[in-house]
């Protein structure tokens, strides 16, 4: 059950917050400017690349990695494919994953490795296969840790990520808004250098000034009614997020949604891009999960028994309406089923801006579930 009242009580919040996840995502502006300082330091700034590079091989381990890798091809597009190198092995711990370039990497492809740990003997091994097939090497992981000396050894660029005193001692949450940001940052900055996305220096403080400015929209003194994160998170209480995006860069954003939502509150959701997610989910819609599915939900005792678990639909959207657009669509398909309906909508700016506003407005609203359901 979600404790409404929680949300629109600071201090609660606080006491509530033990991960430090509502800090990392209200700290999620400074974040970038550190990352890039740290990218800076490293030397990325002056790198002068031959040329593009055939292809980008992401490696880490759990959400952060895979969000990174969904990021970055979203924003490159088709001009370089970006692959993210799966991991194997028979426990999600450091010392059980490994990782294998493809048969064809070689001296003209490029490997990225992203980690919030940076202790996985399978990333050192995989940093030296790298160097061996002649591949450029950078990786983004925690400082004085063993992948530092691997990629050292492989001749490649090593970017130390940018940290919070309060996280030294604690496992950082893969999900948690502040290691996205420490990992995703240095890398953008690498392949505005390679020529695949662009991602100056300007640009990056423009999504650390639009991360700042959800902040403070979205921050935990802001009540709820005009706060869209918490607003959000009210409406997800005791509901299936049937979540659907519109546009290019939204995509990975819900995707990161439906992640956070697992991994920080406990909340399963299913996500879908619009045209297709009308077919994919419309039965969906129709079945026990539809709000109007229940005709005894009338009679239920509102004090013993807990409510059923409907679905509703959160369309988050890159861009305004105009010319061609589903949304109309799949507010009639939603609104037809009885299936209440959440959106978002960025302000303008470029993508990366964008795409970064998606993402902290719904990073808040998984947060404020995930606290004021007690997770």
Not at 24 to 40: D, F, I, K, N, P
Not at 129 to 147: D, F, K, N, S
Request: aromatic letters at 4%; proline letters at 9%; charged letters at 20%.
């Amino acid at each position: 059950m979600l404790d409404e009242s929680l949300l629109d009580t600071p201090e609660a919040l606080s006491e509530a917050d033990r991960r430090g996840l509502l800090r990392g995502a209200a700290e999620a502006g400074a974040r970038v400017r550190t990352a890039a300082r740290h990218a800076a330091e490293a030397g990325v700034n002056d790198l002068k690349p031959d040329g593009r590079p055939r292809a980008v091989l992401i490696a880490g381990p759990g959400a952060a990695a895979t969000h990174v890798a969904d990021l970055l091809g979203t924003l490159a597009g088709a001009g370089s494919p970006v692959t993210r190198l799966a991991p194997t092995g028979v426990a999600p711990a450091a010392g059980a994953l490994r990782w294998e370039l493809p048969g064809w990497a070689g001296s003209v492809d490029l490997l990225l490795i992203a980690t919030p740990d940076g202790t996985e003997p399978g990333l050192s091994l995989l940093a030296d296969q790298a160097y061996r097939r002649g591949c450029t090497v950078v990786a983004v992981a925690p400082a004085r840790t063993p992948l530092f000396e691997a990629v050292e050894g492989a001749h490649g660029l090593f970017v130390p990520m940018a940290t919070a005193p309060y996280e030294q001692n604690t496992p950082l949450t893969a999900s948690a808004p502040g290691v996205l940001w420490a990992l995703l940052t240095p890398l953008l900055a690498i392949l505005d250098r390679a020529s695949l996305l662009t991602a100056p220096p300007d640009t990056l403080e423009k999504i650390a000034g639009r991360l700042d400015h959800i902040a403070e929209r979205c921050g935990p003194a802001i009540a709820t009614y005009s706060n869209p994160a918490k607003t959000l998170a009210a409406e997800l209480a005791d509901a299936l997020p049937v979540i659907w995006t519109e546009g290019t860069s939204a995509g990975p954003a819900g995707r990161r949604f439906a992640a956070a939502l697992a991994e920080l509150s406990g909340r399963p959701s299913v996500v879908s891009e619009l045209p297709e997610a009308l077919a994919a989910h419309s039965t969906l819609l129709s079945g026990p999960l539809a709000a109007g599915a229940d005709p005894d939900d009338f009679f239920r005792d509102r004090v013993e028994e807990p409510p059923a678990l409907h679905a509703r639909v959160v369309l988050l959207r890159d861009r305004p309406i105009g010319g061609l657009s589903a949304a109309p669509a799949a507010r009639d398909l939603a609104l037809s089923h009885d299936t209440p309906i959440s959106e978002l909508e960025p302000e303008s700016g470029g993508e990366i801006e964008t795409l970064a506003e998606l993402i902290a407005v719904t990073d808040f609203a998984a947060v404020y579930l995930a606290l004021a359901s007690g997770a």
